[in-house]
């Protein structure tokens, strides 16, 4: 036997640690006692009590000399990606926006472009042609904006629908929005479409999010975007709300949730951080978090804004086998045109094109291979990092940019978000106790 190179201990209580292991995402605590009485057996060879022993082996803090843990890595990884069960695709209906955000990567993609006829069944026939072979189907409404184009979402849906029910293939979607055109007759018609949830984005109080996302040719947008979740609140999906922060705007979060707490819209619209980036090179990296900052800052917030009806740890670690779509064999970002990306931030990008849906021909530009074949259990600068298996390599978007902060938030706030996990667990416990009394 042997300890995992993945285990992780921290100090919980004067007699208590907390144990976490990445390969099996076991947490416990664990006595200082048996800790030390573990830690003989690693650095000395002492035997352990058969009891100890049988707890390690079941979290997988210990296992067989022969077990190489990158092999099982590396076999989830390859399992998820290749998986030929599912298929996913991110759709562009069109690269037109009405916004002009000062931070948006697609600046040069947007376009007045439309996806035709022809291309919506092209769309059809690739769904047509998996049935019989896939058993879920997941499809990601995206932009340019696309309820400028909510004709062919809802066209296309419903082709997408119709088919699914047809031959018993699970259906999911998604919808990422700026919101402006998210009215109540809008969101009657997406009753009908198996829109899951959107994701919405305000970036702070009027002031800040009138200059961070103001309309083309300048206007304000926050009024419209308000109104729009407060008159047809009864009628909308649950709601992702992106705040998207930099240096100058962490103060954002809380302002927007006091919004939504005032006006009662939080069992509906959850706030969460996201990132701003210089990627492709339309904002100033000076202004950019680092993501460890990021990662301290976005998991306070969502700490302070958690409630009793959370049914998990705040952003408890979850094992990662594919990063994200762009490393998933079956997974596509289809643009206005019809041509194929792996990742939503290359649209536009000419020397990221993997294909088109009107050809089966692959790309030979390499971009296809890069995502798809790059193995963090090799790479020098992964393949001995002990959160590994929390970050599969991070961002593959990322790392194709050539930029060395890819690390996923787990690297920097894991022993906050284990302390706070056991916490949670120990006062559901004690609630569970107090209602069986």
């Not at 036997?1 to 076991?26: D, R, V, W």
């Not at 000395?44 to 058969?50: A, L, Q, R, V, W």
């Not at 100890?52 to 190489?68: E, Q, S, T």
Request: aromatic share 10%; with cysteine; proline share 3%.
């Amino acid at each position: 036997m042997k300890p995992s190179k993945y285990n992780h201990f921290f100090p919980y209580s004067e007699t208590q640690c907390i144990a976490y292991n990445g390969l099996s995402n076991a947490l416990a605590l664990i006595d200082k006692s048996k800790f030390d009485e573990f830690n003989s057996f690693c650095n000395n060879g002492i035997p352990m009590s058969e009891d100890l022993n049988k707890d390690l082996r079941k979290g997988m803090f210990l296992i067989d000399d022969c077990i190489d843990e990158l092999d099982v890595l590396r076999y989830r990884m390859f399992s998820t990606r290749y998986n030929s069960d599912t298929l996913s695709m991110t759709i562009a209906p069109t690269n037109d926006c009405q916004f002009d955000c000062i931070y948006c990567y697609e600046k040069d993609a947007v376009s007045n472009k439309y996806m035709t006829v022809e291309t919506q069944d092209k769309l059809v026939e690739i769904l047509e042609s998996r049935k019989g072979l896939i058993s879920h189907f997941s499809v990601t409404w995206y932009g340019g904006e696309p309820l400028m184009a909510f004709d062919i979402v809802e066209s296309l849906s419903k082709r997408f629908i119709a088919i699914c029910k047809e031959n018993k293939i699970q259906y999911h979607a998604s919808m990422i929005s700026n919101g402006y055109m998210l009215d109540r007759h809008i969101l009657k018609r997406m009753e009908h479409l198996d829109i899951s949830v959107l994701q919405i984005t305000i970036d702070g109080l009027p002031e800040l999010h009138n200059k961070m996302r103001p309309l083309k040719g300048g206007g304000d947008t926050f009024e419209t975007i308000l109104d729009n979740l407060k008159n047809g609140f009864d009628l909308l999906p649950p709601v992702s709300l992106r705040i998207n922060i930099d240096k100058d705007n962490t103060h954002a979060g809380e302002e927007i949730y006091k919004l939504l707490q005032k006006n009662n819209m939080l069992k509906k619209i959850k706030p969460y951080f996201g990132m701003i980036t210089n990627d492709a090179g339309t904002y100033s990296t000076s202004q950019c978090l680092s993501m460890c900052d990021f990662s301290e800052i976005t998991y306070d917030f969502a700490t302070r804004t958690s409630d009793e009806s959370d049914s998990s740890p705040v952003q408890y670690p979850t094992l990662k086998t594919a990063v994200c779509g762009a490393d998933s064999a079956n997974n596509y970002v289809v643009d206005a045109e019809g041509t194929l990306y792996k990742c939503w931030c290359d649209i536009g990008r000419d020397d990221r094109k993997v294909g088109s849906i009107s050809s089966t021909n692959i790309s030979t530009n390499n971009t296809l291979f890069k995502y798809l074949l790059f193995d963090p259990t090799t790479a020098d600068s992964c393949k001995d990092c002990n959160v590994l298996p929390l970050c599969m390599g991070g961002c593959p978007y990322k790392r194709m940019a050539g930029n060395d902060d890819k690390c996923t938030n787990h690297k920097y706030i894991l022993q906050k978000c284990l302390s706070d996990a056991i916490s949670f667990f120990q006062e559901r416990k004690n609630q569970e106790k107090q209602v069986s009394v």
